[in-house]
């Protein structure tokens, strides 16, 4: 069973940074496929970045490419978003979530991933 906690979510004006962190216990940590997803209010959760299993490859949303970053710390069993020139529409609940075993195809849809975070919040000002 893996648990997940993220943490580094505020309030913060467009253009501005912000840097969110999930803690991982219990598992393998180098064997999960890492992802970030979002979830804005009325909204289907979408996929925001992934850092495949042993952190082989990453992978961007169109969204946000060029702005946020997804890393790693094995050691720390720790994974992180770097994300920079916010903008309002970033505004959403930010979680994290891990699989052992998700495939290619399958990583960037929510429901294939087994664990999943509680969400911090993120908010963006004009």
């Known amino acids: 069973q893996v648990q997940l906690v993220e943490s580094g979510g505020g309030l913060v004006q467009a253009g501005g940074s912000l840097k969110l962190s999930c803690v991982a216990s219990?598992?393998?940590?180098?064997?999960?496929?890492l992802a970030w997803f979002r979830q804005a209010p009325g909204k289907e959760r979408e996929y925001v970045a992934i850092s495949r299993r042993y952190g082989t490859t990453t992978h961007y949303a169109d969204s946000v490419k060029g702005r946020f970053t997804i890393s790693r710390d094995n050691a720390k069993n720790t994974v992180y978003l770097q994300m920079n020139s916010l903008k309002v529409e970033d505004t959403a609940v930010y979680y994290c979530?891990?699989?052992?075993?998700?495939?290619?195809?399958?990583?960037?849809?929510?429901?294939?991933?087994?664990?999943w975070g509680q969400g911090t919040q993120v908010t963006v000002s004009s």
């Open positions: 979530a891990a699989d052992s075993s998700i495939i290619l195809s399958s990583q960037y849809s929510a429901p294939n991933y087994a664990y």
């Open positions: 219990g598992g393998s940590f180098r064997s999960y496929t």
